[in-house]
């Protein structure tokens, strides 16, 4: 499985965009880049999953550069509501049989303050 | 729909005792998982199951259990419980299928049950 490697931890205000960078060198062929966020005594949640160039939703955006050693979760116009761990997945889909060892690092702390 | 519902949500424990957290979705997913998180840091898998009948260790299997009979129930077993397994467990479903065509593999978490061993 694809190791990722984050920021520990990142602050913003309301109102910027942020942008959090998760790299992940040994990332296979058929891998899959998700993005979850969590917040405190809760599950995580589904944000985003893109395969490579860019793909973007009502809440966020993923960069994905042509060696999809690396990617990039953006929050537009963050607001305090946006304070929360966000976790970066690197894992493929089995479609039949086999498994779906998803793992989570220990993400990254977003700090968004007034 | 209730999406994936945990029993208990609170329990505390004595060494040496066991017991059994239970998860059931109604979502019809075909693959269901057993997470701990400890303080500060990232989801562990403990077990995953891509279907009734079939079950798999995950990163941290040992001292638990798990049985997968129906699609809708994935229950983990604690035997003899230790400090060490003082955690938030949470369960999780997914549906595997054809990315071609948008699914994205998406897990849905329960609300977590927090297990305390004293």
């Known amino acids: 499985l694809a190791k990722t490697t984050q920021p520990i931890s990142m602050d913003s205000y309301e109102g910027q965009e942020v942008n959090i960078t998760c790299s992940h060198n040994?990332?296979?062929?058929?891998?899959?880049i998700t993005w979850y966020q969590q917040f405190p005594s809760q599950g995580p949640r589904f944000i985003i999953q893109g395969y490579k160039t860019k793909v973007t939703n009502e809440v966020a955006s993923l960069f994905i550069p042509a060696d999809r050693k690396s990617s990039t979760l953006s929050l537009p116009r963050v607001s305090l509501s946006d304070t929360a761990v966000y976790y970066c997945?690197?894992?493929?889909?089995?479609?039949?049989?086999?498994?779906?060892?998803?793992?989570f690092g220990t993400g990254t702390q977003l700090k968004v303050e007034l | 729909n209730a999406g994936v519902t945990q029993t208990p949500k609170f329990r505390i424990l004595k060494i040496g005792q066991s017991m059994t957290l239970q998860c059931t979705q109604d979502m019809n997913h075909n693959y269901m998982y057993w997470y701990r998180q400890d303080p500060g840091m990232g989801l562990k898998l403990i077990y995953y199951s891509v279907g009734a009948g079939i079950t798999d260790k995950g990163e941290v299997p040992n001292g638990y259990n798990v049985s997968r009979s129906t699609t809708e129930d994935f229950p983990l077993r604690l035997e003899l419980a230790a400090p060490s397994q003082t955690s938030v467990y949470f369960c999780a479903s997914s549906y595997s299928g054809d990315p071609s065509v948008g699914y994205t593999g998406e897990l849905f978490f329960g609300e977590g049950s927090r297990l305390t061993v004293l």
């Open positions: 040994n990332i296979a062929t058929n891998d899959y």
């Open positions: 997945l690197v894992g493929f889909r089995i479609l039949t049989g086999g498994g779906n060892k998803l793992t």
